[in-house]
């Protein structure tokens, strides 16, 4: 018994962390470039260049929240 309990805590921990990956994730760069109030263009040249964290999928990119906003932090200081 204790271990189906341990593990239904195990899949509520990791359906948890998923929501909290998937909450992080801004899908393309339009939206990166919303979210950054950047033109798309430089979005897809910080990408290209390397300065913007993206994960690709296929043809999709996908950006993380938290990469954009720590990437035009440490320029902004």
Not at 10 to 22: D, G, I, S
Not at 41 to 66: C, M, Q
């Given at each position: ?11 509520l921990r990791q359906k948890e962390t998923v929501q909290m990956l998937n909450a992080d994730l801004i899908n393309g760069a ?48």
């Amino acid at each position: 018994m204790a271990t189906n309990v341990s593990s239904a805590k195990a899949v509520l921990r990791q359906k948890e962390t998923v929501q909290m990956l998937n909450a992080d994730l801004i899908n393309g760069a339009r939206a990166a470039a919303e979210f950054c109030g950047l033109p798309i263009r430089t979005i897809y040249h910080l990408t290209e260049t390397g300065s913007l964290p993206v994960i690709r999928k296929g043809r999709r990119l996908f950006y993380r929240r938290s990469e954009l906003e720590a990437a035009f932090r440490s320029e902004m200081q």
